[in-house]
Every structure is written in C-alpha cells, then in structure tokens.
C-alpha cells in the first residue's frame, strides 16, 4: 500500500509519537506507539504574543535537564499533504524535574519559565508563562487514574 504523507504527533496526549500515513487509493493508516516504556517527557504548545505569530512558528526552545540541554522548534508542515503536531516534545529519560526552560520567541523576546512537573503537556503564552489549557484536565484525569508511586529518598 503505497504511502503520500506522514504526520506525527502524540494524538493520545500520553508523551508517546503516533504517525499516521496518507494511503494512496485507501483509508490513512495510523501507527499508535504502544510501546510500555517508564522514561518521563514534557510537552509544551506555545502561543504567540501580539508581536509573534499566534501559532508560534520560528519559535526556539531550549530545555535543560540533569545537565543536558535539547532544543526543539516550531515548525509548519511536514510531509506532503500533511502537517506535523506543532507542539515540542521533550524525552527526559529518568528525570522527574526541569532545571529550566528558555524560550526564544519570533518577536525577538527571550523567556524563562519553570514548569512545575513532568508527563504532561503546558500551554505557554508570551509574556505571560503558563497559562490554563485543556492540558491541564487532561493532566489531572492521567494522573487520578495512575497509581500513586512510592516516594524516592
């Protein structure tokens, strides 16, 4: 079955990369990551301010942990007749905390934030943070349906 197009994102908002392939002639095809790894992500969807695009394309994203620093930035697009989540994904591996987060945004501002945890996604605004979002319901329903862990000494 000949393909014309892939996207990824994480369409379950669980921290794992689906793709889903455009099938020439045939229904798309969705390959859901079901792998049972334990490692810990975060996610942010930025939203421009009024000198930056709404989306936050040309966004930079620098994020710092456990002394490894990784950048992501916000694209549009993808692969042909596709387009890509627009959100940044970060695999942090075993860490449970960011030691920061710095945020070039296409306006030419230079932010920092904090977020408070990890496996979840943040919405984050120019010049203002984090701000509320669907992300956070979605936070809290994950998190009351996971058994609680015992605390690390």
């Not at 992500?41 to 709404?54: M, N, V, Y």
């Not at 620093?69 to 695999?91: K, M």
């Not at 605004?125 to 809290?140: C, F, H, R």
């Amino acid at each position: 079955m000949p393909g014309r197009g892939a996207a990824f994102g994480d369409l379950f908002n669980n921290g794992k990369i689906d793709v889903v392939i455009n099938c020439l002639d045939h229904v798309p095809l969705l390959l859901k990551n079901v792998n049972a790894d334990t490692n810990h992500w975060i996610g942010f969807k930025l939203i421009g301010g009024p000198k930056s695009p709404r989306d936050a394309v040309g966004s930079t994203v620098y994020l710092t942990v456990g002394g490894m620093r990784q950048r992501a930035d916000v694209l549009s697009g993808g692969s042909y007749e596709s387009s890509n989540d627009q959100r940044l994904h970060f695999g942090i591996g075993t860490s449970t905390a960011v030691n920061e987060l710095e945020i070039h945004w296409p306006s030419g501002l230079v932010q920092y934030v904090r977020p408070p945890g990890v496996d979840r996604y943040y919405a984050i605004e120019e010049g203002k943070g984090i701000v509320p979002s669907a992300y956070d319901s979605i936070a809290q329903r994950t998190a009351m349906a996971q058994p609680a862990s015992p605390i690390a000494k």
